[in-house]
């Protein structure tokens, strides 16, 4: 079965960047649209960015989209969201999710595949 492991997280200062890496072990997701959603302290979970199977359309909030991009390598099986400037009100736990199936891509609850999480950390 094929599994989501999040990495990249960290601490970082406000103006700094972070890549985070969604991984896939036990399958390929070169078949998946996939997501990811950031969860706040004390906030809803909220989708982020997604990008379809081939990588040919990218989707990103508007409050983000001058600063985060996503893109993917499916020879490596790996989906990345790269952030820019990043902003303490992007202090949340990041998280990548996948399915193959056509569905609202803002909808947690549409997804096949969840991983457990980074922490993002936007503090001086």
């Known amino acids: 079965q094929v599994q989501l492991v999040e990495s990249g997280g960290g601490l970082v200062q406000p103006g700094g960047s972070l890549r985070l890496s969604c991984a896939a072990s036990?399958?390929?997701?070169?078949?998946?649209?996939v997501g990811w959603f950031r969860q706040a302290p004390g906030k809803e979970r909220r989708f982020v960015a997604g990008i379809t199977w081939s990588g040919g359309n990218t989707f990103v909030i508007d409050s983000v989209k001058d600063r985060f991009t996503i893109s993917r390598d499916n020879a490596k099986n790996i989906v990345y969201l790269e952030m820019n400037s990043l902003k303490r009100e992007d202090t949340a736990v990041y998280f990548c999710t996948a399915r193959q199936s056509e569905a609202d891509p803002t909808n947690w609850d549409d997804y096949e595949l969840w991983g457990q999480g980074t922490q993002v950390t936007v503090s001086s």
């Open positions: 036990g399958g390929t997701l070169s078949r998946h649209f």
